[in-house]
């Protein structure tokens, strides 16, 4: 078996965040869980500039499982979606697609509750694309572009390949590689580990 050589990779390590479960919430969903004019505290700064987790939590309700503290992210979004991994659909009785953030067409809805009131989503629960979230001129150095796939190595006991990571590119970005608790889990990664883009 060929091992792999330096020149096989991008000359860049990429850092990993791992993503729990969580929700995105529009305005008038955050009005119903909290109360209208409600306003989200930060709870801690994430990795990519002006996103933060809100001390706000809420529950998810699924046809057979419920999920508690689910926590709400910011800033507010036109939409609101809920990220999940599989293990939580399992627990839920969800079978949601992958898909990228914001792309909701025919994915299951769900039911969340908070302090304030109740709402019934009719869609938004997913299992998140895996990505890359890169500088824009990062991007340019290694000849990639927004919405390009790419393979992903990761090294160690559990090594792998990730196929079909997504490289979304802005100037306000900065370089992290996002999967969900099941991806990180199967691959023994945790937050701020390194892996390697494989060269196209």
């Given at each position: ?114 302090p304030a009131g109740a709402i019934n989503l009719p869609r938004g629960v997913i ?17 990639l572009h927004d919405d390009q796939l790419v393979r992903v190595w990761v090294p160690g006991i ?43």
């Amino acid at each position: 078996m060929r091992l792999f050589q330096a020149e096989d990779f991008l000359p860049v390590e990429v850092p990993v965040g791992v993503s729990g479960r969580h929700i995105h919430l529009c305005r008038e969903d955050l009005d119903a869980l909290f109360g209208r004019g409600y306003e989200l505290t930060v709870y801690r700064e994430l990795s990519q500039p002006g996103e933060f987790a809100a001390r706000e939590t809420v529950t998810i309700v699924g046809p057979r499982g419920v999920l508690e503290g689910v926590r709400v992210l910011g800033p507010l979004r036109p939409y609101s979606q809920v990220e999940i991994a599989m293990t939580d659909g399992f627990r839920l009785g969800l079978k949601p697609p992958v898909r990228e953030s914001g792309d909701l067409a025919d994915t299951p809805g769900i039911a969340v509750v908070g302090p304030a009131g109740a709402i019934n989503l009719p869609r938004g629960v997913i299992l998140a694309a895996r990505h890359i979230h890169m500088e824009e001129d990062r991007a340019k150095a290694l000849h990639l572009h927004d919405d390009q796939l790419v393979r992903v190595w990761v090294p160690g006991i559990r090594g792998m390949i990730l196929d079909n990571v997504i490289i979304r590119t802005s100037p306000h970005y900065r370089l992290e590689l996002h999967l969900d608790t099941d991806e990180a889990n199967a691959a023994l990664l945790s937050g701020g580990d390194k892996v390697k883009i494989l060269r196209p």
